[in-house]
């Protein structure tokens, strides 16, 4: 077996539980990495991941065992419907610490993404998968997934979920659907802070954050501890400017709120307005709340936008690069298992900076050469 095929993801997953009885022809370290491999190189489904592993065979046969052979499509989605995801799950997070360094101290976007035909009937898709992932924008790397039944269930996986990472000193931004008391509470008795956004589902947070930061926008701040800070950006036939303004004087929310959310330090507002060509104008307000001590409206301003960019440099590649939403995989846990291998891939392709090319590019290069794939494989 190749020494440098040990390395990377074998390392990472050859103790994962096989679901499997004893007597198995086929090695489940062999499936996982044949299948990394086969979604590295552009494969999108099961019987893809069998017709690259047989076309790559006499390479294969270099670092892998494959005692019973490649096996087939059928084999592939067995397995990977059984197998816990939970247990995938911490060998993920425990390879992309060591690929990546340890969360904490980075900002952490928690955002959701179905798999929009990962359903059983067309007249039922309440069964599409629903996944919660992690991802820190400074090293553009998804450290975390869990899987949902749907969105609303976005509350109940987001605790597990950062339960995962290490917070130490990072900021942790969510949607309004994962503003909670209890994940605010997490988050601070880890030893991070949250970034967290206030809509209706908060009425009563939404009504009085709101109310505070509108009047006090309409006095410029007379007599208030406050922050503000705005840009403006220009590009494809739109101009777009953003203005934050931050106060850390929570006291006019309330003793009962501020007993409910742990850690509060500030609220903010972030107003996005777009001018396109034409002159047609839209402007939204949006409301924040924070555990962030003090009133620094750039620094709020970016953690948010750090949070939006989980939309283009994560939700937007995986729908465009892998197709994911395309993805009819949905046995079992097949379909979070899957997106998983796509999560592993992307990070490896964003990883590498040897090949000066986009992503799908870089998917192309590794089908073709092999090298290139196990330095991947190995980095």
Known sequence: MDGRATGGILRAFRDMPDPRAANVTHKLHDLIVIAACAVICGAGGWAEVEVFGNSKLAWFRTFLDLPGGVPSHDTFGRVFSRLDPDAFER???AWVTALAGPSGGRLVAVDGKAIRRSFEHAWDASGMAHLVSAFVDANRVVF?????????NEIEA???LLALLDLEGATVTVDAIGCQTEVARQVVDAGGHYVLAVKDNQPTLHAKVRALLDEAILDGFDGMSHGRHAETCGGHGRVETRRAWVTDEVRWLGDDLLARWPGLAAVAAIECGRTVAGGARSVERRYFVTSRPGADAAALL?????HWAVENKLHWQLDVSFREDECRVRVGHGAENLSRL???ALNLLKRDRSAKIGIAGKRLKAGWDEHYLLRLLTS
């Open 302 to 306: 970016a953690a948010v936008r750090g």
């Open 91 to 93: 060998r993920f997070v």
């Open 342 to 344: 796509r999560r592993l």
């Open 144 to 152: 975390a997934q869990v899987a949902v039944a749907g969105k609303s």
């Open 158 to 160: 987001i605790p597990r």
